[in-house]
C-alpha cells in the first residue's frame, strides 16, 4: 500500500504540534495558539483527517502501571518463503508485541515486546518461534530508555523540547 502524502502548510503543521503536544486540547485552544477561530480549526483538523495526515487520537499510558515490567526487541529470520502478510498474520495474535516492522539487513523483522516479567518474555518467545517459518530470533532486553519521554518509553506525550513537535 502506497500514499502520497497531502500537502499542508505552516499552520497546519503548527495544529499538528499541537495536537501532538496534547491531542485533548479544545479547538478554541488550538486556534489561540496558532491565530485562527475554532471553527477554522476544525476544518484543517477534519480536512487532515481526511487525507490520513492525522490518523486518530489516543491515550498514551506507562506499560508498567499495567503490569508490562520486561520489554525486549526480537530480530526475527524467517525461511524465504514467509511474505510480510503471513509474518503480520502472526504479530497480530500476541497482544505482548507492541510494535512490529520489516527491516533491511540480517534479520527479517523486528518486534518490539512487552511482557510481565523475564518468564512471561521467555513463554512469548517460545509462541514466536513455533511458527514453522520462522528460523531463529534474537533478543535485547531494554534495561532503560535514553529517552524516557518518548512514545517507545511509554510517556503520556510526546516531550516539545526538540520533540517530534518541533520539528513538523
Known amino acids: 500500500m502506497t500514499s502520497k502524502a497531502a500537502p499542508f502548510d505552516d499552520l497546519d503543521r503548527k495544529i499538528m504540534a499541537a495536537l501532538i503536544d496534547n491531542a485533548r486540547a479544545s479547538f478554541a485552544e488550538i486556534g489561540a495558539a496558532v491565530g485562527l477561530s475554532s471553527t477554522a480549526i476544525k476544518?484543517?483538523?477534519?480536512?487532515?483527517r481526511e487525507n490520513n495526515v492525522i490518523t486518530?487520537?489516543?491515550a498514551t499510558v506507562r506499560p508498567a502501571a499495567l503490569g508490562w515490567l520486561t520489554e525486549a526487541y526480537v530480530e526475527v529470520y524467517c525461511d524465504s518463503a514467509a511474505?510480510?502478510?503471513?509474518?503480520?498474520?502472526?504479530?497480530?495474535?500476541?497482544?505482548?508485541i507492541a510494535a512490529a516492522m520489516t527491516?533491511?539487513?540480517g534479520a527479517d523483522a523486528l518486534l518490539h515486546v512487552r511482557a510481565t516479567d523475564v518468564e512471561h518474555f521467555e513463554e512469548v518467545l517460545e509462541r514466536i518461534r513455533t511458527e514453522p517459518f520462522i528460523r531463529k530470533t534474537i533478543s535485547y532486553m531494554v534495561l532503560s530508555?535514553?529517552?524516557p519521554d518518548s512514545p517507545e518509553a511509554g510517556a503520556s506525550r510526546p516531550s516539545t523540547k526538540g520533540g517530534a513537535a518541533n520539528r513538523l
Open 56 to 58: 486518530g487520537f489516543t
Open 83 to 96: 511474505p510480510p502478510r503471513r509474518l503480520a498474520e502472526v504479530v497480530r495474535n500476541h497482544p505482548e
Open 43 to 48: 476544518r484543517r483538523v477534519d480536512r487532515l
Open 103 to 105: 527491516v533491511t539487513g
Open 145 to 147: 530508555h535514553l529517552l
